[in-house]
């Protein structure tokens, strides 16, 4: 059975800094890895989707990156902003979906 | 403990015929309700949310539906179906401002 892991579990930085999120994986037979941000009381917000023949994604100061064969991909914030600070999910898509077990992230102002 | 089932796992269905998906929640009452949809090649999306029974509020205009009859059961419907419709649907539960729980997904193919 697929297994996602998110490190770290919980991230705190000073607003400006660059940061970066772990997301890893046992079965590299994906067709897709998705991260998502969870804000409390709201639904999952897709930010980046990279397809499996992909190797990065990028969208404004968020870049998503995947080893497929490593089972590993990141997701890089740049220049982290207070209304950066939320739960971050990455999700690998198989047979079903298989969410990882988040990374909380907070930047202080 | 709480748990969330939805099924059916797999569907395939004509084009033009109904649809009916169902989620239920146990252990847990009044909990927030979501269902989300990942067409192909696309990242999910969220289609409904509820906060109470009767309380269903859509997030992207579509021929698509949800009821929530019962405290835990939420339902996604659909009169008739499009191929666009095509896709993995997933539900989802949360207490209020805590994390969300998903059920194992839908994989629905339209013929």
């Known amino acids: 059975k697929q297994e996602v892991t998110q490190i770290p579990a919980a991230l705190s930085v000073p607003e400006g800094e660059n940061l970066v999120l772990n997301c890893s994986f046992t079965?590299?037979?994906?067709?897709?890895l998705q991260w998502f941000r969870q804000d409390p009381g709201k639904g999952l917000t897709s930010l980046l989707l990279?397809?499996?023949?992909?190797r990065e994604q990028t969208s404004g100061r968020l870049n998503a990156s995947l080893d497929k064969s490593s089972g590993r991909s990141t997701l890089y914030i740049a220049a982290s902003q207070p209304g950066d600070s939320a739960t971050y999910l990455c999700?690998?898509?198989?047979?079903?979906?298989?969410f990882g077990t988040g990374t909380s992230l907070t930047v202080i102002p | 403990s709480q748990t969330i089932h939805q099924w059916p796992a797999t569907l395939v269905q004509p084009v033009g015929s109904p649809l009916s998906l169902e989620c239920t929640v146990e252990?847990?009452?009044?909990?927030?309700l979501y269902w989300y949809r990942q067409a192909a090649g696309r990242g999910l999306q969220l289609l409904f949310y509820?906060?109470?029974?009767?309380?269903i509020s859509s997030e992207v205009p579509q021929n698509l539906s949800a009821s929530r009859p019962q405290d835990r059961q939420f339902i996604l419907s659909s009169k008739k179906l499009l191929l666009s419709d095509s896709g993995f649907y997933l539900c989802?539960?949360?207490?209020?401002?805590?994390?969300?729980?998903f059920g194992d997904g839908t994989r629905l193919s339209i013929l």
């Open positions: 079965d590299s037979a994906i067709y897709n």
């Open positions: 252990g847990t009452s009044n909990p927030n």
């Open positions: 999700a690998v898509t198989g047979n079903q979906f298989y």
């Open positions: 989802a539960w949360s207490a209020y401002d805590q994390p969300q729980h």
């Open positions: 509820s906060v109470g029974i009767g309380q």
């Open positions: 990279i397809q499996s023949s992909q």
